[in-house]
């Protein structure tokens, strides 16, 4: 659907659901780069209602074909809707969600729009100075903020299942390797020797059950450039489950350049952990660290294979899943290798 | 015959340096950056493409042959990189096989040879691993 139809499209849309509004209007669309797991607009709504004139600043996430994550928009709908408001935390307010495809010809929902703040390329957070350790301890109060928001009564707990304390690595492992061993186009032996080892070697059972973003690292977080965190993005892999996963994919080295002196390239080890121990209320315990650590670059691999099985049956062709096939999943493949080699007698 | 890596590191440069600026602001300025940044890997990984899969297949049938395993995947009959490939796939498949058997097994044999394995895994992901170019906000 070319651009000027979905505008149009969805200005009926949007008419029709907000209250009084009338003679709705997109007065600008402009497709987000780098969404691949839903296809993302920017939006201005023009329209006019009791009070007169009005112009609202919207995000639209539409599904694509396919994507780098197959998950459900009710899911990441939901998991905005419970951070909105809570613990100072900057999450877009939750507006409409679709998943009928009638309207824009796939499900969808809308978000108000962030209107300050652009993402840091992981590739580049250098970039980030001179606000490093600014953006690192709101990067940190956050990930433990959100470890700790209620999820009983949750509209997340409404969506996704609650484990057990003791099953959530479980429950986790067994969905990246089922996605690992459908989703691969070759043979994954440093990937299925991994999912060995982390069954043999469980972790301790969660602290705590939590809301799990799934995805909270650098490049899904906006910042102004003067210091602050504006937005928490990319919701679309959130679950309840044990919150050493979010600290884990948070810290992986992918997302850091490779900066093994400061947690997610941004503070130094011990400062970010106390920031997230008081913000969480959970105690950093290493072995857990350690197996959730693992986990990421399992989980990371599930999400690589899956983007080029996807670029390769032509279901969707933007470059990034042929990048993520290629380039990432050869980062944590290596990753994988060269902190399990060791385990099991080989020299690093 | 031309020299495949060579216009393919050219290409990439092209989509990186002169096309994507122009597309600055339009969706498909990303598309074309990050197309630009991958053909010049694959330029790169072009040159070393058969060598690579080469090696894998003969660490992979040292390992076979040092547990005992009859080698029952057929050798290629050519260089060609899919016919290399499958043949790298089929024996990584018994790879895993055994990987797995050793891990049930507390002998020092079994432990040695899964060592031996694990090397095999880590110089294979290392050589796997391309070196991404430098452009500035390439892979935006």
Known sequence: MHEAELAEKFAAYAEARLPGARNTRVAAINRIHGGASRQTYSIDLAYEDATGPKTKGLILRRDPPDSLIDTERRVEFAAIKSAYGQRDLPVPEALFLETDTTALGAPFFVMGRIEKGDPLNPFKIDDVEPHRAAIGKQFFRHLGSIAALPVEGSALAAESESPALDQCWRKELAYWANEIRSNAQSPQPVAEAAIRYLERNPPPPAQRLSIVHGDYRTGNYLQDGEGTMTAILDWEMAHIGDPYEDLAWATDLLWCGNDQERAAGLLPWPEAIGIWQDASGCQFDPAAFEWWSLFSHVKALGIWVTSEKAFAAGENDDPILAWSGWFTHAAHELMLAMRLGPKHGAGA | ?140
């Open chain 2, 1 to 140: 015959m031309s020299d495949i890596g060579m216009i393919l590191d050219r290409l990439g440069r092209k989509l990186v340096t002169e096309v994507a600026p122009k597309l600055e602001g339009d969706y498909s300025a990303g598309h074309a950056a990050m197309s630009g940044l991958m053909a010049v890997m694959a330029g790169e990984a072009w040159d070393s493409a058969a060598d690579r899969l080469v090696n894998e297949i003969a660490g992979i049938r040292g390992l076979l042959a040092l547990a005992g395993k009859t080698l029952s995947v057929p050798e290629s009959t050519s260089v060609k990189l899919s016919e290399l490939t499958a043949e790298r796939n089929a024996l990584a498949e018994q790879l895993i096989s055994l990987q797995s058997e050793l891990e049930a097994s507390d002998d020092d044999a079994a432990k040695d040879l899964n060592a031996k394995i694990w090397m095999h895994l880590m110089a294979t992901a290392m050589n796997r691993m391309p070196s991404p170019p430098d452009f500035p906000d390439a892979e935006d």
